[in-house]
């Protein structure tokens, strides 16, 4: 079955940049997941023997965490958002959005959804100039028909493995997510322009001006893209699933079942190079609640 939804390669940076810009930060709660906490960090069979020994409850087995969006204002190119969090009408009816058998991994608060997150700040959908997706998997991806005026931007990998895939599920997709006619644009990380960035090996950067960059960071999916931005004093790195958590990222449990265990090593290892470069980055892990609760509303410094 094809999809409708075409993309377009991103031949180069998109207009707006400025010279030595900067940008401001909000991270944004966009609803929950309840992720099995052996897929998440998976310690392998001895906690699955340890666990039954106990007779451990069913809701220890499962970790709550948090769907993260953001939004990033730059000063001449508008705003931005990266990842879309969960539909608005998650809050009602999941299954209509996640399919049913997605529907009881997800949870929204009404009015929680990034839409009306950014009515609260005076912003409507289309003052969305760009979305960057980190990659196309179900709580990045399931509130893209909200922004029918945006540009979405992501690698061409993570395009083709999503609209390619026979059996969407399987690869943490849903097509409806992104059979949509909207703006897509499609960053080949293996042509021009593609260049390093710190410990990032190939990285795009989005206005030519440094302060947003798309890192290719493949492996959780075929082709996770994190973003690079450029606080005025240090970097916001927004990881995304490259490390699920803190721990993760500091060499803990893997994750069960990345879609490529090799490329995803190779991209923690360079997400943790970074850190040692670069101590005062601010780098945030895809979905660690503790992480995610000591962050600020704000970040402009
Ligand atoms: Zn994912």
Redesign the pocket.
């Known amino acids: 079955m094809g999809i409708a939804a075409e993309a377009l390669p991103l031949d180069g940076p998109l207009d707006g940049g400025r010279e030595n810009a900067s940008v401001v930060v909000e991270p944004l709660e966009a609803g929950r997941a309840r992720f099995p906490r052996d897929f998440f960090e998976h310690e392998g069979g001895k906690l699955a023997a340890y666990s039954a020994l106990l007779g451990r409850a069913d809701d220890e087995a499962y970790l709550d965490v948090p769907v993260p969006a953001y939004l990033v204002r730059h000063p001449t190119a508008g705003a931005l958002l990266v990842d879309t969090g969960l539909h608005p009408s998650i809050a009602s009816d999941p299954s209509h959005n996640l399919g049913r058998r997605a529907a009881g991994w997800y949870s929204l608060e009404h009015g929680r959804d990034v839409t009306s997150q950014l009515r609260e700040r005076g912003l409507g959908p289309g003052d969305i100039e760009v979305v960057v997706l ?2 196309l ?4 991806a399931s509130a893209i028909s909200e922004f029918p005026e945006s540009t979405f931007v992501l690698s061409g990998p993570e395009w083709e493995a999503a609209t390619g895939a026979r059996i969407p599920l399987l690869g ?1 997709y849903r097509r409806a997510h992104f059979d949509h006619a909207v703006d897509y644009r499609t960053v080949d990380f293996d042509g021009d322009g593609i260049e390093s960035y710190g410990s990032f090996g190939r990285t795009f950067d989005l206005f030519g001006d440094g302060s947003v960059r798309l890192a290719f960071t493949p492996g ?2 075929a082709g ?1 893209c994190s973003v690079l931005l450029r606080l005025p004093r240090r970097d916001f790195v927004v990881l ?2 490259v490390s699920y958590t803190w721990r993760q990222l500091q060499g803990g449990p893997e994750p069960l079942r990345p879609q490529d265990r090799h490329n995803w090593r190779r991209s923690l290892h360079e997400a943790q190079a970074y850190i040692r470069a670069y101590p005062y980055a601010l780098v945030v892990p ?1 979905h660690d609640p503790e992480f995610w609760q000591k962050l600020d509303a704000r970040y402009e410094k």
């Open positions: 980190t990659h998997h179900i709580d990045h943490g959780h999916s996770h995304a699933d895809g």
